[in-house]
């Protein structure tokens, strides 16, 4: 099964919205309503930022929302921090009971 | 506070054999499903499998890449989940993640590396 489609980098300037994209198929995201997010700092632990599509747990900014239409599920970053730099992986549920991940964003806050 | 802490990585030779433990606190371990994910150096992140509690019927699932190497098992009375890694191969060289959940994977270990290599 092929990896959720991101693209490799995205940059926004401090106070500026970034959306960051996430195809998949049928199968996975537009099959199912279990898309996260995380977000991974250099040589840390990824860290979930989004589950269920649009939901954020206790402690996430709501800086950070979740949406998807169809195949595709997007992460917005709204009010761009410097902390918000990072590597975005998304990830879905795809059937058969396994789980697929993006290839991972690079978020640049210039 | 919940915590997933690895341990077991290191450097092993092609087609050795390697067990991985992950030990939670901070939650009933049995309560939940566990799930391995791995990231091979300046790579992404690739599901590797995931256990299911006893509730659940405890059973596990592999990604097509480890499956029928590598063995996902959990202990509740020692609250850690295992993986078994056999017949390891250069391209398993990773840090190796355990996190809690299935579907809603929510909090991860800091990781734990393992590299293959003669």
């Known amino acids: 099964q092929s990896a959720l489609t991101q693209a490799p980098s995205a940059s926004g300037s401090p106070g500026q919205s970034v959306t960051i994209s996430c195809t998949g198929t049928?199968?996975?995201?537009?099959?199912?309503?279990?898309v996260s997010w995380y977000q991974q700092h250099p040589g840390k632990a990824p860290k979930l930022m989004i589950s269920e599509v649009s939901k954020r747990p206790s402690g996430v900014p709501d800086r950070f929302s979740g949406s998807k239409s169809g195949n595709t599920a997007s992460l917005t970053v709204s009010g761009l921090q410097a902390e918000d730099e990072a590597d975005y992986y998304c990830s879905s549920f795809a059937g058969s009971n396994n789980l697929i991940f993006g290839g991972g964003t690079k978020l640049t806050v210039l | 506070e919940v915590q997933v802490v690895e341990s077991g990585g290191g450097l092993v030779q092609p087609g050795r054999s390697l067990r991985l433990s992950c030990t939670a606190s901070g939650f009933i371990f049995g309560d939940y499903a566990m799930t391995w994910v791995r990231q091979a150096p300046g790579k992404g992140l690739e599901w590797v499998g995931w256990i299911r509690s006893k509730e659940y019927g405890g059973a596990a699932e592999y990604a097509a890449s480890v499956k029928g190497r590598f063995i996902i098992s959990r202990d509740d009375s020692k609250i850690t989940a295992y993986l078994q890694m056999n017949s390891l191969k250069t391209e398993d060289t990773a840090v190796y993640y355990c996190a809690r959940g299935r579907t809603r994977v929510d909090y991860w270990g800091q990781g734990t590396l393992v590299t293959v290599s003669s």
């Open positions: 049928s199968s996975d995201v537009g099959g199912y309503n279990y």
